[in-house]
């Protein structure tokens, strides 16, 4: 097992313990890397540039995220939809993720981080599918921040797969037709086990969900930054975690009825865990 996530110092310490004294820190952050092309862009580079500054970004917020107590960390790495991209943009991609696993898997060990994957792996290329799993092995005992990297992902695909396999399921009479509910169907998705965001970060400023993960972002809180990926670093993710806090999340229910539950304790927190919202 790994050691546990090396401490803040200094002045990013203070923020980090004022941040976890003023309100909940979301147990699961899901972010939607955008902007990386346009960043490169800007700055008269080639796109992969910009992949590549991404990397530089990915490791800060594991990195704060690790050390701020949020225990779920989902990154749109690669969605099944990037497959479209030029050729070439998508070997580099791939090899430029190649390179991160191998430089990272260590110290993301060293720092009790826990890797997982959701998406259509088998789809990605061999080499890749090697590291990942011997990074996943490698990391499967750590009990620190869980990184779960959505790769040749989409939230269609998701469904259509549990779909598949609940079908499957029925026809050879694991599965009854009266047993589907929300809680049979999220335990046929990739996410199974893994409770449904608290905040959703995207960055670029786009307001869309782009096939990110439809049926788990339900009751979500989602916080939009004009930030390119490349240049988002801790201090727009802890403004994120900020605004969450002064969120009012009322799944459906009303402000009164709130106040009560959360006077009987923590009454919506065992929803959110059970995966589905009430
Ligand atoms: C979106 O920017 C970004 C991606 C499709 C890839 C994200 C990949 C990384 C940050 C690097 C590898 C990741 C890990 C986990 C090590 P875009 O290309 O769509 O930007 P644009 O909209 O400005 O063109």
């Known amino acids: 097992m ?19 004294s003023t309100g ?14 346009r960043w490169a862009k800007e700055r008269g580079l080639p796109r992969i540039a910009g992949h590549s500054e991404g990397v530089e970004s990915v490791r800060d917020a594991v990195e704060a995220c690790g050390q701020l107590g949020v225990k779920y960390l989902t ?23 190649l390179r991160a696993l191998r430089d990272e898997t260590d110290r993301l060990h060293n720092n009790n981080v826990r890797l997982q994957t959701i998406g259509d792996i088998p789809a990605l290329p061999q ?5 990942l799993l011997e990074d996943i092995e490698k990391t ?38 009266q047993q589907i509910d929300e809680k049979l169907i999220a335990s046929y998705l990739s996410t199974a086990g893994i409770p449904d ?7 670029s400023g786009e307001l869309r969900i782009s096939n990110f993960l439809l049926w788990q972002l339900a009751y ?13 670093r801790r201090d727009e993710l802890y403004q994120a975690v900020r605004e969450y806090q002064q969120r009012e999340r009322r799944f459906g229910m009303v402000t009164e009825q709130l106040k009560e539950t959360n006077k009987r304790g923590n009454y919506l927190s065992r929803f959110l865990k059970s995966g589905t919202g009430p």
Request: with cysteine; net charge negative; glycine share 6%.
């Open 127 to 131: 080499e890749v599918q090697n590291e």
């Open 197 to 203: 965001p608290d905040l959703l970060i995207r960055t």
């Open 75 to 97: 990154l749109y790495a690669f969605s099944t939809e990037n497959w479209k991209r030029p050729q070439e943009e998508v070997s580099l991609l791939m090899r430029l993720l």
């Open 220 to 232: 979500t809180e989602i916080f939009i930054t004009k930030k390119y990926w490349p240049s988002f």
């Open 140 to 177: 499967k005992d750590n009990t620190g921040l869980n990184l779960i990297l959505a790769l040749s992902y989409s939230g269609r695909w998701d469904l259509a797969e549990a779909v598949k396999r609940i079908v499957c399921d029925a026809l050879t009479n694991k599965v009854e037709g």
């Open 2 to 20: 790994g050691q546990g996530p090396q401490q803040a110092t200094g002045e990013d310490k203070t923020v980090q313990e004022k941040l976890q």
């Open 24 to 37: 909940e820190i979301p147990q699961h952050i899901a972010i939607i890397m955008d902007g990386n092309g």
